[in-house]
T-cell receptor, first 114, second 115 residues
Framework: GENVEQHPSTLSVQEGDSAVIKCTYS??????FPWYKQELGKRPQLIID?????GEKKDQRIAVTLNKTAKHFSLHITETQPEDSAVYFC?????????????FGTGTRLTIIP | GAVVSQHPSWVICKSGTSVKIECRSL??????MFWYRQFPKQSLMLMAT?????????EQGVEKDKFLINHASLTLSTLTVTSAHPEDSSFYIC???????????FGPGTRLTVL
């Protein structure tokens, strides 16, 4: 089955600086890679996703890059703000339409230092 | 975006009793729903895939007789934790894919505490 590794497990960044979280996956058939933000006691919220036919996607301060050859994808947050503090999870799935099970990474606790 | 609800949001029960958790897709139909479990400070682990009109598919190591799943309609899946024990205490979250947006939406979760 799919195995997703995520690094780092914790990350502290000065407000305004950039944060990068990296994930690797094992299943070469995976083609959908979402990123979720989870605040304490709340549901995971989708912040950005990327599909295998795209190498990079950007949405304002958030970007995701995908290297299918290396089985590696990364989340980039620029101009970080205190409200970015949360736990971030990457995930991988074989489904193109969100209808396949997700395998999650272990999570990164991001702390933005004011 | 699509809305998924869960009920109850939290429940406390005695050891040995059963607890039912509901997951509903409010504005879309879902032939498939997923049930995850999340222990404190850990990631989400898939327990099973709920399929409308057929049996659920359980992940390796998840006891199907202990975690009963019923997908009774295109908008409702239920998870029943039978003979609950303290080690079943966790945050249970469901998700459902929306065909409109080709992504999964998560319910708000149910925090189960077994005394």
């Amino acid at each position: 089955g799919e195995n997703v590794e995520q690094h780092p497990s914790t990350l502290s960044v000065q407000e305004g600086d950039s944060a990068v979280i990296k994930c690797t996956y094992s299943d070469s058939a995976s083609n959908y890679f979402p990123w979720y933000k989870q605040e304490l006691g709340k549901r995971p919220q989708l912040i950005i996703d990327i599909r295998s036919n795209v190498g990079e996607k950007k949405d304002q301060r958030i970007a995701v890059t995908l290297n299918k050859t290396a089985k590696h994808f990364s989340l980039h947050i620029t101009e970080t703000q205190p409200e970015d503090s949360a736990v971030y999870f990457c995930a991988a799935s074989r489904g193109n339409f969100g209808n396949e099970k997700l395998t999650f990474g272990t999570g990164t606790r991001l702390t933005i230092i004011p | 975006g699509a809305v998924v609800s869960q009920h109850p949001s939290w429940v406390i029960c005695k050891s040995g009793t059963s607890v039912k958790i509901e997951c509903r897709s409010l504005d879309f139909q879902a032939t498939t729903m997923f049930w995850y479990r999340q222990f404190p400070k850990q990631s989400l682990m898939l327990m099973a895939t709920s399929n409308e009109g057929s049996k659920a598919t359980y992940e390796q190591g998840v006891e199907k007789d202990k975690f009963l799943i019923n997908h009774a309609s295109l908008t409702l899946s239920t998870l029943t934790v039978t003979s609950a024990h303290p080690e079943d205490s966790s945050f249970y979250i469901c998700s459902a894919p929306s065909g409109r947006t080709d992504t999964q939406y998560f319910g708000p979760g149910t925090r189960l505490t077994v005394l």
